[in-house]
């Protein structure tokens, strides 16, 4: 075998190098080979660890404080973890070896350059076993003495107790561990992001860019809110853009480390990146897609006028085309099955969360394993590579915000939560239920990319709208080119504060309240600027307040699903419902006359009635404001046309409910799950005759309950002529194509039938 030197430049790197030099070093080595603007560097490969550790005699008290270290013992592992690292620190690093990093130092720019030094782990027998985020970045590096201290740094990393547990829990030998360090130009960016080469959830051939002032960090933590931009690559054209207000950047910091800075009023809402900027970041994106042949999740950062690629990786939430999963065994082997409630094959290691509090341990690529996932969750659940929940069917609230992150999630396994064991490595397959034992065989060909989009837009006559329940997904919501927001639920805006209404009242805290309300609404009409968006009333069961600040005072019901939600609770918590109104208020006086308010849960007109005097008497000009309801509740399919009557201006098909309250079928209930059938003839009666009267009537009739994402679902209501649908994102671009020839064949059906009489 050939000989492994201690240093290996990126363009010398390719991605079969791993071993030397890990999976990051890898990918990097590889992107510059392929001609993408790679900033320039070096990796200190893994050959060079394990010289260091050799030469400085510290490998045997180094593995010998691991052996038979008890990891579940804390106060065990810390001490291991701190003798460790200790060990690697104080050794002194070989000189020969020094010499050669400082003469690669050197070589970078006459050796002044400021770097990022990165930590690049690998295993010897399992070079492609993924550690990432394991060990430790340094960023803004300068100076000889600088760089050596932070290569050892990296070194040292390796020995984190997190590091140290999470290899233990695996199976890893500390032994067979090696850890490279890669070494960088460090790109003091002026603006950086991310981009994803291909849509994330339906495949088509649009890039999706975001971007922010400053340093990636930003925008890949979370800490600032970046513009988007949608870029089509058939027409070469940004067919969507949202400027969205960027508080703060992160810089470097003076000679080492970064900070965070607010940003000056007149470069918040400026755009980031011109349309010629994101054409030309799009295509780097086209080359790397082309190069590994599937969809890349990629980070850049630009400098002037000069643009670099800084990662990139595989997207790993496209629906797969084939979900024919192998394990590594090629044995398939299920350890758990439940409802597949959104599509995606995503492989991880298992968090298995018993409470909310436990999120804190959930890292980016992980599968969160619960009972049944809360609104509390949603930020742990946006960071997750998949979801699996012992309880709940495809309507429960696991299923709705995973659909909606394009999350790969399987519910209602009944015992995922004692067959899974944390730190185990899974594949979930979200559209056939099945959570099989270890890693895909072929990741990339599981998760091809579903077959193209057709080449122009789908127009047609019944609008096809989308539903919205996070802020967050309203610019992927909108690059789906749906006509509209048939359902934007609130409880997420509201509940991801983690305080109920009622805290907010009691304490005095109203304003922050309605601000908060006032500005997730405010992201969605802007994203859907022009198009109708219907914002529903607040809708959460008492039980999934209970986790909250507040929720102390939630009443204990029997059956929280036939309780005090929805429409009939805010009309007997005036307070509550007041704050809601008030920002919609707010809203409408802004200009946004796109807003429309749509009641939840109505089983009388005369809840409409007195919802809309309430809203009188706050101040609402009812007659100008687009008002309606949701067709959750039999009596409210039944009544429809006394509704007209009381004057609604919409009605929506709530199908997750109405089907419950029609069949008796609870739908969080695994035990039952398997009656809950949307196209129950007594369901599909109660829909058909609302949708005749609303026509009669001339009154919009949509349907925004998961059954409107459903292709042969929405066939049958084309024909039976409601007016809209409103689908999961992931589902639009086959909901549209099913409306579009729903409604040819009906066209089609007629000439024929005039033509042959
Ligand atoms: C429904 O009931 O169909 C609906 C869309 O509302 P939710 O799922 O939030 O109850
Ligand atoms: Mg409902």
């Keep these: 075998m050939k000989e492994m030197p201690d240093i290996l430049w990126l363009e010398e790197i390719r991605k079969e190098d791993i071993a030397a030099v890990g999976g990051k070093g890898a990918s990097l080595g590889e992107m510059s080979s392929m001609g993408l603007p790679v900033p320039g560097g070096f990796v200190v490969t893994s050959r060079a660890f394990r010289h260091f550790l050799i030469e400085t005699g510290i490998e045997q008290p180094l593995f010998s404080n691991l052996e038979n270290l008890n990891v579940d013992d804390n106060n065990a592992l810390e001490q291991a973890s701190k003798k460790a690292r200790a060990l690697v620190m104080k050794a002194k690093m070989p000189a020969s070896l020094k010499e050669r990093i400082r003469e690669s130092y050197q070589k970078l720019n006459g050796g ?25 970045t340094f960023l803004n590096i300068k100076g000889e003495k600088n760089l050596l201290d932070a290569v050892q740094k990296c070194w040292a990393s390796l020995y ?102 607010d940003i000056g009023k007149e470069r918040q809402e400026t755009s980031v990146l011109s349309d010629e900027e994101v054409a030309r970041l799009a295509t780097f994106g086209k080359i790397a897609e082309t190069h590994y042949g599937i969809p890349q999740d990629i980070e850049w950062s630009i400098v002037g006028e000069t643009m670099y690629i800084l990662q990139s990786r595989p997207i790993t939430t496209i629906r797969s085309g084939a979900t024919q999963v192998k394990t590594e065994t090629g044995e398939g082997k299920i350890l758990v099955k439940g409802q597949g409630a959104s599509p995606g094959v995503a492989t991880g ?50 299923a709705i915000v995973s659909r909606e992150l394009g999350t790969p999630a399987v519910v209602g396994t009944r015992n995922a939560t004692s067959v899974l064991k944390p730190g185990q490595l899974i594949t979930v397959d979200g559209e056939k239920g099945f959570i099989y034992e270890g890693a895909l065989e072929k990741p990339s060909q599981a998760q091809a990319p579903v077959a193209a989009i057709t080449a122009s837009p789908l127009i047609t006559a019944t609008s096809v709208k989308v539903n919205v329940s996070i802020p967050g997904a309203a610019a992927r919501a909108a690059a789906t080119g749906a006509d509209g927001v048939g359902l934007l639920r609130i409880e997420h805006l509201i509940l991801g504060l983690n305080k109920t209404p009622g805290w907010f009242i009691a304490n005095g805290r109203e304003e922050e309240f309605i601000d908060e309300l006032y500005k997730g609404i405010k992201i969605v009409l802007d994203a859907f600027n022009g198009k109708p968006v219907w914002v529903r009333t607040l809708d959460a069961p008492t039980d999934e307040f209970r986790n909250m600040a507040g929720g102390e005072n939630e009443p204990h019901e029997h059956n929280p699903m036939l309780g005090w939600r929805g429409i009939r609770r805010d009309l007997q918590s005036p307070d509550q419902f007041r704050l809601q109104v008030e920002a919609f208020k707010r809203l409408w006086e802004k200009g946004y006359d796109n807003l429309g308010v749509m009641f939840p849960m109505v089983s009388h007109p005369e809840e409409f009635i007195a919802a809309r005097e309430m809203m009188a008497e706050w101040g609402v000009d009812v007659n100008a404001a687009t008002l309606g309801v949701m067709i959750e509740i039999p009596s409210c399919a039944i009544m429809i046309e006394d509704f007209i009557h009381a004057g609604i201006d919409f009605a929506s098909f709530g199908t997750n409910d109405l089907v419950q309250y029609t069949l008796a079928i609870d739908r969080n209930n695994e035990n039952v799950a398997s009656m809950y059938q949307p196209k129950h003839p007594a369901v599909l009666a109660l829909i058909d005759q609302a949708i005749e009267v609303c026509r009669d009537h001339g009154v919009e009739c949509s349907i925004c309950g998961q059954a409107g994402s459903e292709p042969p679902m929405v066939t049958w209501l084309v024909e039976h002529g409601i007016t809209s649908v409103s689908a999961n994102i992931d589902a639009i671009a086959k909901i549209r194509e099913t409306v579009a020839r729903t409604e040819q064949r009906i066209i089609l059906e007629s000439a024929r039938r005039s033509h042959a009489e």
């Design 349 to 398: 290691r298992v968090v298995v969360i018993r409470d909310v509090k436990d999120t804190g341990s959930v890292q980016a690529g992980d599968i969160l394993v619960t009972k049944m996932t809360n609104p509390d969750m949603v930020p742990a659940m946006q960071k997750v590579a998949a979801i699996v929940t012992d309880e709940g069917g495809m309507t429960c609230h696991a």
């Design 160 to 261: 984190g107790a997190r590091a140290i547990y999470y290899r233990a829990k695996q199976g890893f030998d500390d032994r067979s561990v090696n850890i490279a360090v890669v070494v960088q130009q460090m790109i003091n960016s002026e603006k950086a992001g991310v981009m994803f080469t291909s849509h994330p959830v339906t495949g088509e051939p649009l890039t999706i860019i975001e971007g922010s002032w400053g340093l990636g960090e930003a925008v890949v933590s979370g800490s600032v809110s970046p513009d988007k931009y949608v870029y089509d690559q058939r027409t070469g054209n940004v067919i969507d853009r949202l400027i969205a207000q960027k508080k703060t950047e992160i810089v470097s910091d003076g000679e080492h480390g970064t900070k965070t800075l």
């Design 112 to 136: 002044g350059m400021v770097v990022a030094v990165r930590s690049s782990a690998t295993a010897e027998d399992l070079p492609d076993a993924s550690f990432a985020g394991q060990q430790e």
